[in-house]
């Protein structure tokens, strides 16, 4: 489900409304509101009960003599400062009244109040008046879906920086991808990065699994390994690119929490193999902590940056996790994550996540011995 259209009841202009948060009361005339307001992408009762009851967002209603006449429900990224305008409906004929505007300010200060610098929405590029007001506030389009909604009409990608005095900068032009697997985080990050860098990298799950098998240190914890930083490194430079690796650690990497000897034996095997190839091919191996000016400025230059994240600031696992780094301003990096985490999430929810410098210290931190590590990427002919 996802929609951000504004539709309008007829309202006294004698009589003032009043903007509250939600109950589990509401439900009943949610649904009739909802019902009343779209023929289509419609929330279902079941839908709007969850959203009720969950604690990571934002849900308010307007109320006229006591009477539900629009509600805006803002959702968040577990560990993120982004959110997103999930949904909003206003009872037909309201114009002129401002209810729009006022019920989205509420929404806006309380996703402050939760910690959130962005919030995003969608619109169709048809809603010329809903178009109009988001702009009005701030909010500014940096990219489009086509047939995005259940009648095929497209939308517009619309942001604001709602704790930011400073102009949003525009964000950059990235493909995304979606891991197909658990377990191939990585090579997705890498796939989207060599894609950024050439048109002639496809991403598909041919190249996924390639990727993978080239890169994975085999074992983990449990399940199918993750896919090591000088192993990327390597799968990248025989597609004819450049890398360099930046590990805070010595070699082992990946076996503090795999108590088979067989299989930690087999780790440690596996990247001393990335280790002596990568020396064979002259890739930099760095072993120090990677520093966010380096790699904002290898951004800069036209470099492409892969992160191993923990995931236990997003979801509650501590679990190693790739993403590709889209961007650095002054106060976030911005993040595309291959992994589309939550029932309720999107692709779109996944890309450019902007993630606080403070906040990404944390993040980009991963298991007992505080692994960072890092991998920029260029084209072959780039020079430092």
């Known amino acids: 489900m996802k929609k951000s259209k504004v539709e309008y009841s007829p309202l006294d202009n004698s009589k003032s409304f009043t903007i509250r948060n939600t109950q589990e009361a509401d439900l009943t005339a949610l649904v009739a509101l909802e019902q009343r307001c779209f023929a ?23 109320l006229l003599d006591d009477q539900i006449i629009g509600y805006g429900l803002v959702i968040m990224r577990k560990g993120t400062r982004l959110a997103r305008l999930y949904s909003i409906a206003i009872d037909k004929n309201t114009e002129g009244k401002g209810i729009g505007r006022q019920l989205m300010l509420a929404l806006e200060a309380q996703t402050v109040e939760a910690g959130k610098l962005f919030l995003r929405l969608e619109v169709e590029k048809t809603n010329e008046r809903a178009i109009g007001l988001y702009q009005s506030m701030g909010y500014i389009i940096f990219g489009d879906y086509h047939h995005y909604y259940e009648n095929n009409g497209d939308a517009f990608r619309m942001q604001k920086p709602i704790r930011q005095a400073a ?13 197909t697997t658990d377990f191939t985080c990585g090579p997705s990050a890498l796939m989207m990065a060599m894609a950024s860098l050439s048109e002639k990298t496809v991403m598909e799950q041919p190249l996924e699994f390639d990727l993978w098998r080239e890169a994975t240190t085999i074992f983990m914890m449990a399940g199918h390994g993750g896919c090591h930083p000088i192993g990327l490194a390597l799968a990248a430079e025989k597609r004819g690119f450049k890398t360099k690796v930046y590990i805070n ?60 994240i923990s995931t236990y600031q997003m979801d509650g696992y501590k679990v190693p996790h790739w993403v590709a780094i889209t961007a650095i301003d002054d106060e976030c990096l ?51």
């Open 40 to 62: 289509t992408d419609r929330l279902s009762r079941r839908s709007l009960s969850y959203w009720i009851k969950a604690k990571h967002r934002v849900f308010m209603v307007v």
């Open 167 to 179: 102009k949003h900068n525009e964000l950059p032009s990235y493909p995304w991808y979606a891991q």
């Open 249 to 308: 650690q010595p070699l082992p990497l990946f076996t503090s929490g795999v108590r088979q000897q067989v299989k930690k034996h087999t780790i440690e095997v596996i990247e001393q193999q990335f280790e002596s190839r990568a020396k064979q091919q002259n890739i930099p191996v760095v072993y120090a902590d990677f520093d966010l000016n380096a790699l904002k400025d290898a951004l800069k230059n036209g470099c492409k940056v892969l992160s191993l």
């Open 334 to 384: 911005y993040l595309h994550d291959p992994s589309v985490p939550e029932q309720h999430a999107a692709g779109f929810d996944c890309q450019h996540i902007p993630v606080a410098l403070d906040d990404f210290i944390k993040l980009s931190s991963y298991g007992k011995t505080k692994l960072r590590t890092a991998l920029v990427i260029s084209k072959a002919n780039f020079k430092e």
